[in-house]
């Protein structure tokens, strides 16, 4: 068969990455990697290719893509790839750090090329959301490399990551301290008076980590980190440490029910994509 594409998303940036890659390579499959971690044991893809997509955190891999990793086993894929979609920079560590889990499962097999994509940043823990403008720009920029890395993907064409002392050292320096912290940081999250427990937060968490109770959130601390939350709180009532005032960000083109569709056990056929 043609391609098995994985991801995982927070604000929709990865997914509408797999989206686009999907369209440009064709006969294509995509596939939650949530869901994939509902289920027990090894996970072994068969596929003329296999990619993952996915957000680089601190770095790094997400906690779920680095556990998904160690489970994978591509003894019978093709040409594997993987891409990372990120704000600013440093994917080169993510890309090392996947290549050699992947490497020390049965089959030995890493990746055969690494594509990177930038797009909005949405650590809003961090920093505030770009505006309108900014992300439209920084979208049209993606659209093109999107579908170069499509066309390369389709070619079996090998991209080797430069290797980047400078990403390798901030990896090392921040990576483990996200890791360890990781599923308890959602003690940071709260919510304000514009909370009307609509429970939108739970139902695009893609890890399950909230729970609605007296028309208020609770978290469970089991937390990916991946902002979905606190992005897609329609009433912005959701905050953390100096996130009151800054913009919410979604990727345009991704909806609150495709953020959802992500937890079900669902593999979403191209057709039944929605548009609204
Ligand atoms: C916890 C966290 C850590 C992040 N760390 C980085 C980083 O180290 N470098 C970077 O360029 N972007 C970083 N980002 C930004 C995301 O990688 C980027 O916005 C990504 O496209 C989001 O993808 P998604 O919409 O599929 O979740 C981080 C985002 C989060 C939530």
Redesign the pocket.
């Known amino acids: 068969m043609g391609t098995i594409l994985y991801y995982?998303?927070?604000?929709?940036?990865?997914?509408a990455v797999a989206r686009e890659l999907s369209s440009v390579i064709g006969d294509c499959k995509l596939v939650p990697i949530v869901s994939e971690m509902k289920k027990g044991g090894p996970i072994e893809p068969r596929a003329d290719r296999v990619g993952i997509v996915?957000?680089?955190?601190?770095?790094g891999l997400p906690s779920i893509v680095a556990e998904f990793a160690q489970r994978l086993d591509l003894s019978h894929a093709g040409y594997t790839f993987s891409v990372i979609?990120?704000?600013?920079?440093?994917?080169s560590a993510a890309f090392s750090q996947l290549d050699r889990i992947l490497k020390g499962r049965p089959g030995k097999r890493g990746l055969d090329a690494a594509f990177s994509i930038r797009?909005?940043?949405?650590?809003i823990l961090m920093y505030d959301s770009p505006d309108t403008e900014s992300v439209e720009r920084i979208l049209k920029k993606s659209g093109s490399l999107i579908k170069e890395t499509g066309e390369m993907v389709k070619a079996g064409k090998k991209v080797s990551s430069a290797w980047s002392p400078a990403a390798a050292l901030v990896h090392y320096m921040v990576y483990p301290r996200?890791i360890r912290h990781v599923h308890g940081a959602d003690a940071q999250f709260s919510v304000d008076d514009r909370c009307n427990g609509c429970g939108t937060c739970a139902r695009v968490c893609p890890v399950d980590n909230i729970r609605i109770g007296n028309d208020r959130p609770a978290w469970l601390h089991h937390c990916e980190?991946?902002?979905?939350c606190i992005q897609c709180c329609p009433a912005n009532a959701i905050q953390a440490e100096k996130t009151e005032g800054r913009r919410r960000y979604r990727?345009p083109g991704i909806t609150l029910n495709d953020l959802t569709k992500q937890r079900s056990d669902s593999i979403i056929p191209h057709h039944e994509w929605e548009t609204e």
């Not at 980190?225 to 979905?228: D, I, K, V």
């Open positions: 995982f998303t927070g604000t929709g940036n990865s997914l996915n957000p680089l955190y601190f770095f979609t990120l704000g600013g920079w440093g994917a797009m909005p940043g949405n650590y996200f980190q991946c902002m979905a990727h």
